[in-house]
């Protein structure tokens, strides 16, 4: 046995040195790279080190086996339990978390009966005829929608207005969101229709100057046209089946000879007039009240992971008091230039922020952007400072959840779905989509305190989490390292 840590040493070199003794082969070239690279080996004056590491590389090198050696049946048995216990996990994330957004969509035509339209017949015709909107109420009974049927005399008396004012009230309904869409039948329909029959003199009758539909595209851009409207526009075709096949023979029988054979062919082009009062006119509007949405959330999430190192050491030296004081300031002042920025890119894409509140309506996405941050964001920190305690590895399912309980609700009208996603009315993106409508599409107002209410209650429920968060994360943090300090001084005193 060696004495001395000078001889230990020079036979750990010998050792080393003969492990990788260089081949002569073909020429000295393999032993001249050989000899280049562990040239450090014959140096006297090289690092400790440096051969304390090679010296680990070679012990390394000795302990690896194959796959299928006996020394690896523990680490197969842990890799077995570990694989089905990630795809449990997994598998049972997927179908409970991933299945809400899939629902979002599902069997739409099932929850049509809770769209609500309005129908106002103002049509009154003279001398007993049949009118021409008398076959409205009927025909309705075999569109799937909520219809609000009412003459003019009736919805007077409902809404407190004059005649000469139903056709405003009827708008001002549609648009603050009483009703999906409307139907309003004018004045006079059925007495021109006829008038149009019987003078050969008279104008052709248009059918779309006396039966309007109003509705707001920018309401639901997604869906609005492709699902809800498409229920009026049935309406329209049972209606001019109804009219063509039934109402013109009975009329043309009824007025005989006075009819206008030729005024017959107009009469039978029968259509609806259509009027989007609040338009979805720009694509890229999309992206920030959708998909955007999404990398507004993520953003919230990664500023987390930037500021982890100097997080802790602040938690080492400040007071819990001071700590929760610091973390809201370093939060809220990332968020608020991120918004900017996150703002400035629609910007860059010449959306138009004046349509509600003209020149101040860019400030007022930001302030609305910061706020969706805060809250989102606040969310993230308490959740993700608890998680992590459990395990790191369970953060990503908590992000993803985050992200589907927020758009699921958001990207398609709750009108259309079950019940179950009425939990979107508590939810910050759902309520901040309703926000960007009125600033981008001019929507109604008539919400939208309630909409800034609840992303404000977010922010408020996580400020007030964060001390007891944090709390937490540092009794735990100190229990932690306190073990890990005693179970190193025993390692150290038994070797």
């Avoid at 959306?351 to 706020?371: E, H, N, P």
């Avoid at 400020?463 to 937490?472: D, E, G, K, M, N």
Wanted: charged share 15%; aromatic share 12%; hydrophobic share 40%.
């Amino acid at each position: 046995m060696p004495s001395t840590v000078e001889e230990r040493q020079s036979n750990l070199d010998k050792q080393v040195t003969a492990a990788y003794e260089p081949v002569s082969v073909c020429g000295h070239r393999e032993a001249d790279e050989s000899s280049q690279q562990y040239a450090w080996l014959s140096n006297p004056g090289t690092n400790t080190t440096d051969k304390e590491t090679a010296h680990s590389e070679l012990l390394l090198q000795e302990r690896r086996v194959r796959l299928l050696s006996p020394k690896m049946q523990e680490l197969h048995k842990k890799t077995l339990c570990k694989f089905l216990q990630t795809t449990i996990i997994l598998c049972s994330f997927l179908i409970c978390v991933l299945s809400i957004y899939w629902g979002t969509e599902y069997n739409e035509s099932h929850f049509m009966h809770k769209v609500s339209v309005l129908v106002v017949i103002q049509d009154t015709p003279s001398q007993n005829r049949s009118s021409l909107a008398g076959i409205l109420p009927s025909i309705t009974r075999d569109v799937p929608c909520t219809w609000h049927m009412h003459d003019s005399g009736e919805y007077q008396r409902k809404r407190n207005v004059q005649a000469a004012q139903i056709n405003e009230e009827f708008l001002y309904q549609v648009h603050h969101q009483d009703y999906w869409m409307g139907l309003n039948v004018k004045p006079n329909a059925t007495d021109d229709f006829i008038e149009s029959l019987t003078n050969a003199s008279a104008q052709s009758f248009n059918f779309s100057d006396y039966f309007q539909v109003v509705y707001e595209s920018a309401r639901s851009p997604s869906t609005m046209k492709t699902a809800i409207l498409t229920n009026m526009q049935y309406l329209e075709q049972l209606y001019k089946q109804e009219v063509v096949t039934n109402y013109l023979p009975l009329l043309v029988s009824q007025e005989g000879d006075d009819v206008v054979r030729k005024n017959l062919i107009g009469a039978s082009n029968i259509g609806f007039d259509y009027w989007d009062y609040r338009p979805f006119y720009n694509p890229v509007i999309l992206s920030p009240l959708q998909v955007g949405l999404i990398y507004c959330l993520l953003l919230t999430f990664f500023q987390i992971g930037f500021y982890a190192s100097l997080q802790r050491e602040m938690a080492q030296l400040l007071k819990l008091r001071l700590l929760v004081f610091y973390r809201l300031g370093v939060s809220h002042a990332t968020y608020f230039i991120l918004s900017l920025f996150f703002c400035t890119l629609s910007a860059i894409f010449q959306i138009d922020f004046t349509k509600a509140f003209g020149r101040a309506g860019f400030v007022v996405y930001w302030m609305s952007t910061w706020l969706l941050m805060a809250a989102l964001g606040g969310a993230n920190e308490n959740a993700v400072s608890i998680i992590t305690l459990l395990g790191p590895q369970y953060v990503g399912l908590w992000l993803m959840s985050w992200i589907v309980l927020n758009i699921s609700p958001a990207f398609y009208p709750l009108v259309t779905d079950s019940d179950f996603y009425r939990y979107g009315y508590m939810m910050p993106i759902p309520n901040a989509v309703e926000i960007f409508k009125v600033i981008f599409l001019d929507t109604s107002k008539r919400a939208i305190g309630r909409h800034y209410g609840v992303i404000c209650a977010w922010i408020g429920l996580n400020t007030c989490l964060l001390p007891a968060v944090l709390f937490i994360v540092n009794k735990k943090t100190a229990k932690r390292d306190a073990v890990s300090n005693v179970n190193l001084e025993k390692s150290d005193q038994e070797g």
